[in-house]
């Protein structure tokens, strides 16, 4: 197949792109059609790697409202809910949600993502219903599991027993939340207990942490401190670090140091956080993310994810990568042309990065897996909120949309 007229990535001059064997064969201007060769001329579209969601709940998606609305819109409340609600779960109810959610995020172009299942549950129902899918949908979406404890390890009868059935049930990364456990110590027990698991099983490690109003709340610091010294480094990821937008300069310049030397991934997300942060503030009220901005400055991976779709954390939702990218740029203020520009980043490179991922991207000699979409470059892409034409892996086309036409009559 011949791929002509696309911006690879912002570029000013367009390319065209021959694939061949489900691989990146060339990327040059100009590329002569062979004969019998399938052409692809997209006038001058936006090429990029496929999105990544790098932090997604799939065992909870699409079960808002079930068995009640969560009308404080905090986290706590959410939790409360969802507990009542993993009493009802079922294999076929897990498959048959996670099942329709994916094909809703395949069809924004999102051909990676990492869930964090919920394994505080004796019969580890929804781990198993999607390590089953992990297998079933391999061709056209990579999912990564995380074991996560989400009522807590230390806190919750037989956690860490929980915790080793996980990873022996197939779980790819090691989860914590040390923010939710009883006391602070059963917290950096939780951590440090994540980080022998994940070395005992050469396995990732991601992180719920910090994610509270509290600006005592730091166990930031025992992530990085133990991912520095235990050698795992970029391997872990503190996923929210939403107290850490509370934290007083002064302990934040201190903290960056280890962060920096830590060299961890940082997962933000933007509109759930938006949405659960700061229900305690009257005024002024707080905006509830990480410090996105710095963390890139100080040289720190940092992506964004989803996180929900439509659960009792979050009411709404479709699983457009465009989502977060757009409210995150607000909330931390990084409206500037560059910065808006290159945030597809944020959802793309910088994610393989926290995943781990080999061979992503448009290069010669990787996986012809790409996104187009109906723009020039990711600053039109975002404003516009311009759909996913087409979606490839591995040469394989895995959806197409027809973009909207409307006629003003006036």
């Given amino acids: 197949m011949l791929i002509k007229n696309v911006f690879l990535e912002n570029a000013k001059e367009a390319v065209d792109v021959r694939v061949k064997d489900g691989k990146f064969e060339t990327i040059a201007k100009n590329i002569t059609k062979k004969a019998g060769e399938n052409v692809l001329d997209l006038g001058g579209k936006l090429m990029l790697p496929p999105f990544i969601d790098s932090h997604m709940h799939l065992d909870s998606v699409l079960t808002a409202g079930e068995p009640v609305w969560n009308l404080s819109g905090t986290l706590f409340e959410g939790i409360e809910i969802w507990s009542k609600r993993k009493q009802t779960l079922t294999a076929d109810d897990v498959k048959s949600r996670v099942n329709r959610a994916v094909r809703m995020q395949a069809a924004h172009g999102i051909q990676h993502i990492r869930t964090h299942v919920d394994v505080t549950d004796e019969k580890l129902t929804a781990l198993k219903a999607i390590v089953e899918l992990r297998e079933e949908l391999k061709n056209f979406v990579n999912i990564q599991i995380v074991a996560f404890p989400q009522e807590g390890i230390m806190s919750y009868k037989n956690g860490r027993a929980l915790m080793e059935r996980a990873i022996a049930e197939g779980a790819d990364v090691v989860g914590a939340i040390p923010h939710f456990e009883y006391t602070r110590e059963y917290g950096v027990e939780s951590v440090n207990f994540a980080i022998e698991l994940a070395l005992k099983h050469n396995k990732l490690v991601d992180i719920h942490c910090d994610e509270i109003d509290d600006d005592a709340s730091r166990f930031l610091e025992t992530v990085a401190t133990r991912a520095y010294e235990s050698g795992l480094k970029s391997k872990v990821t503190a996923s929210h670090t939403t107290a850490m937008g509370s934290y007083n300069n002064a302990y934040a310049y201190k903290l960056f140091r280890i962060l920096g030397k830590s060299d961890i991934n940082f997962v933000s997300n933007p509109h759930i956080n938006t949405h659960i942060q700061g229900r305690t503030d009257t005024y002024p009220k707080r905006r509830g993310l990480t410090r996105v901005k710095e963390l890139l400055a100080n040289g720190n991976n940092v992506s964004f994810g989803y996180d929900c779709i439509q659960d009792p954390w979050y009411p709404l939702g479709t699983g457009n990568m465009l989502d ?21 980043k944020l959802v793309t490179t910088n994610a393989a990065k926290t995943l781990s991922l080999k061979n992503y991207g448009i290069k010669k000699g990787n996986p012809a897996s790409f996104i187009i979409l109906d723009a020039t470059n990711f600053h039109e892409a975002l404003s516009t909120r311009a759909p996913v034409l087409y979606s490839y892996k591995n040469g394989n086309l895995l959806a197409s949309t027809q973009p909207a036409k409307t006629q003003i009559t006036f």
């Fill in 324 to 344: 977060p990218v757009h409210m995150g740029l607000h909330v931390c203020q990084m409206m500037g042309y560059e910065e808006i520009l290159n945030s597809y």
